[in-house]
């Protein structure tokens, strides 16, 4: 007898085991757990990288240890189940140090670097002792009380210039009453590398563009890309897609193309452009019909190595007050102008800040190239062709005074009952695509810390995948589609 029931037993377990792995993997309630801890690791989370932008804190009060981010950015893996979910919902438990802003964010291009961001702390707004309405999850601070709806606001917005936006857009469509078409074509002969996002204006006139651009085949791999064009809802209203020159080698022999895009009857508007390519991707030229031709918070100069016998200087325009320019070439080290102050860059692969204090459009000068410039603003190549349909998009500088900021527009929730200095769990929820494939990969961004010098605590990552629960017949076939036999 007790041989029978030990020899069931044995048999009851690994079943019993299968059933429950089988569950997990299932995962009927539509939920699904992952939790990461500096004593404790999971296969579904990597931890914070790279290695030299974290620090290993001192323990806490309770013994439990936690990392310091000391540079911006980080970046943390995230392995997804067999099973397909819906959505990921990731916590950070954190606590910002003299840090004004603190992002979460899931990369949705790789060819392009762009992520979409969820705000976890913004000090500005924390401290933002304005009068405040809030409506469907949107909240407007007003200096001085002038609007009782968001409503009101929306129906007659005040000038853009007074607007302040994190995490937000202005449901108000920018229109240019007075606006007429150039009537003629601009050329802008410029070498700009990798990935670019510009706006131009569009009324009563088609949309043409041509551009070139030359595969330089520097590294090694395939160099696809593409060029969008998309409407003010952000729909694509043009798409068009190159491929590799068959040249996957970093054998420096360039190959040169061009795309001519002429859309008619479109609406009236602001319309986006996007050069999407990879860093061997240079874009030479670009000839436009339209009066504006701005690109969006970077210029990434290219050298003209290959290209022109000798350097040239570029000339830009902006808008931005808070710039990050590098360059990687040592030929390339420089003294760039902008506005009337100059930044040295002496130093390779090396950040450089800098703070325009000139209102307005100010010039800038490269005298070689071959430099990447970030910023808070627009940029063009003609005074002409500047413009700016978009409110003040907030970020760790602002400064509503000195920026005239009497607006602030936000889906930002501050933490509730949160004392400064204590931990906060922050996180959002980001939908999974189904092209992803066994990984998804998040960053956690923290601007300005190399101005504030602060730093971000980061005590756990709690992730949660989810779908819609299953009910008992789609259980059963969830475990049919898993036996290797069938049923």
Do not use: C
């Not at 059933?19 to 539509?30: E, K, Y």
């Not at 005074?383 to 907030?394: H, K, L, Q, S, Y």
């Not at 920026?403 to 400064?420: A, F, N, R």
């Not at 589609?481 to 069938?486: S, T, V």
């Amino acid at each position: 007898m007790i041989r029978r029931l030990i020899q069931l037993i044995i048999v009851i377990i690994p079943i019993g085991l299968f059933i429950w792995l089988l569950v997990i993997d299932i995962a009927p309630s539509g939920e699904r757990f992952a939790v990461w801890r500096v004593d404790h690791h999971t296969p579904f989370i990597d931890r914070l990288l790279p290695d030299q932008r974290v620090q290993v804190g001192q323990e806490t009060q309770e013994g439990i240890g936690y990392l310091s981010i000391i540079e911006d950015p980080v970046y943390f893996g995230v392995h997804l189940p067999h099973t397909d979910f819906d959505q990921i919902s990731v916590d950070l438990t954190m606590r910002p140090i003299d840090q004004p802003i603190v992002e979460l964010g899931l990369l949705r291009d790789v060819t392009s670097q762009a992520y979409e961001l969820r705000p976890l702390y913004n000090a500005f707004i924390e401290n933002l002792h304005w009068d405040v309405l809030e409506q469907d999850g949107v909240y407007l601070y007003q200096r001085v009380q002038t609007y009782d709806s968001l409503e009101a606001f929306y129906t007659n917005p005040p000038e853009r210039s007074h607007v302040g936006v994190y995490h937000a857009d202005m449901e108000t469509p920018y229109r240019m009453p007075a606006y007429q078409p150039l009537g003629a074509l601009q050329t802008f002969d410029v070498s700009l590398r990798g990935y670019h996002k510009a706006i131009t204006y569009i009324k009563d006139e088609p949309f043409d563009l041509s551009v070139s651009w030359m595969d330089m085949n520097r590294t090694a791999g395939a160099d696809d890309g593409v060029i969008r064009v998309r409407d003010e809802d952000g729909e694509i209203v043009y798409e068009y897609v190159f491929e590799d020159d068959a040249n996957i080698t970093e054998n420096q022999i360039s190959h040169d193309a061009e795309a001519r895009v002429v859309l008619s009857d479109l609406d009236e508007g602001v319309y986006s452009m996007e050069f999407s390519g990879t860093s061997d991707i240079f874009w030479r030229s670009f000839t436009t019909a339209q009066r504006y031709f701005t690109f969006v918070n970077k210029i990434a100069l290219a050298d003209d190595v290959g290209y022109l016998t000798d350097p040239r200087s570029t000339t830009f325009y902006t808008n931005a007050k808070h710039l990050t320019v590098q360059t990687l070439h040592a030929d390339s080290m420089q003294r760039l102008t902008v506005g009337s102050d100059d930044i040295s860059v002496d130093v390779t692969h090396e950040k450089f800040f800098h703070t325009v204090d000139d209102s307005g459009v100010v010039s800038g000068v490269s005298p070689v190239g071959d430099i990447e410039i970030i910023g808070d603003g627009k940029f063009t190549f003609s005074p002409g062709a500047f413009f700016d349909p978009d409110p003040v998009t907030m970020n760790a500088y602002t400064d509503a005074d000195v920026q005239e900021i009497d607006y602030v527009l936000t889906t930002y929730v501050s933490p509730e009952d949160w004392i400064p200095g204590q931990w906060m769990i922050r996180g959002g929820t980001f939908d999974l695509d189904l092209g992803m494939q066994n990984e998804v990969k998040f960053t956690v961004s923290v601007p300005g810390m190399e101005t504030y010098q602060g730093m971000v605590d980061v005590l756990g990552v709690d992730v949660t995948f989810e779908k819609e629960p299953l009910d008992w017949r789609g259980f059963l076939g969830a475990v049919r589609d898993r036996l290797p036999f069938g049923l």
